[in-house]
Structure formats: structure tokens, C-alpha cells
């Protein structure tokens, strides 16, 4: 049990740190903060997925983030919207996670 926390702590501490490597190459000042607020949103979708089945979870994030890269000056590239399929095309596909916990 304490090795299996050790690993997700870790998972989770590398995509946290993955988001911050990434947004110092953008030039973002002091990009820890947001790398946590980024990392936050993604904990936060897939624990609202995985308890209610709700896979608009994702698509709030994805809005939410990129209000925040918008007010660190940034302009989202991707402009898929959200609403079509069900929260950006996810609806439909295997839950990759689920999947692998049956």
C-alpha cells in the first residue's frame, strides 16, 4: 500500500513538474504556481469522471486552464470546442482508466 502512494505521489509530482518545464519554455514568470493550478484541474477531472461518470469534467478544465494561461498572456491554439460529442470528442471512448481497473 505505501509503495502504490509512493508511485501515484510521484505521477503525480512528474506531471506537475512536466506542466512547469513546459510553461518555463513559454517564458511564464514564476510558473510553479500555475503548474499546481494546472496539475489541480487535471486531479480534479479525473476524480470527477471516475466517481460520477461525468466526462464534461474534462472540458471544464480544459476551459478553466486556458483562462488561466489567458491571463499569463497566452492564446490557446486549439479551438475545438467543448460542447460537440460531449465534452471535446471524449464521449463515446473508452474511460482508459476504468478499462484498466477491471
Given at each position: 500500500?505505501?509503495?502504490?502512494?509512493?508511485?501515484r505521489?510521484?505521477?503525480?509530482?512528474?506531471?506537475?513538474?512536466?506542466?512547469?518545464?513546459?510553461l518555463v519554455?513559454?517564458g511564464?514568470?514564476?510558473p510553479?504556481?500555475?503548474?499546481?493550478?494546472?496539475?489541480?484541474l487535471?486531479?480534479?477531472s479525473?476524480?470527477?469522471?471516475?466517481?460520477?461518470?461525468?466526462?464534461?469534467?474534462?472540458c471544464?478544465?480544459?476551459?478553466?486552464a486556458?483562462v488561466?494561461?489567458?491571463?499569463?498572456?497566452?492564446?490557446?491554439?486549439?479551438q475545438?470546442?467543448?460542447?460537440r460529442?460531449?465534452?471535446?470528442?471524449?464521449t463515446?471512448?473508452?474511460?482508459?482508466?476504468?478499462?484498466?481497473?477491471k
Amino acid at each position: 500500500m505505501a509503495q502504490t502512494i509512493r508511485r501515484r505521489r510521484s505521477f503525480k509530482q512528474s506531471r506537475r513538474l512536466w506542466f512547469r518545464e513546459q510553461l518555463v519554455e513559454l517564458g511564464i514568470a514564476s510558473p510553479d504556481g500555475l503548474a499546481t493550478q494546472l496539475q489541480l484541474l487535471v486531479d480534479g477531472s479525473i476524480v470527477g469522471n471516475l466517481m460520477g461518470d461525468d466526462r464534461t469534467m474534462a472540458c471544464a478544465a480544459k476551459q478553466a486552464a486556458k483562462v488561466l494561461l489567458r491571463m499569463r498572456g497566452l492564446q490557446s491554439t486549439n479551438q475545438r470546442d467543448c460542447s460537440r460529442a460531449g465534452g471535446g470528442g471524449v464521449t463515446g471512448q473508452p474511460n482508459s482508466m476504468r478499462e484498466h481497473n477491471k
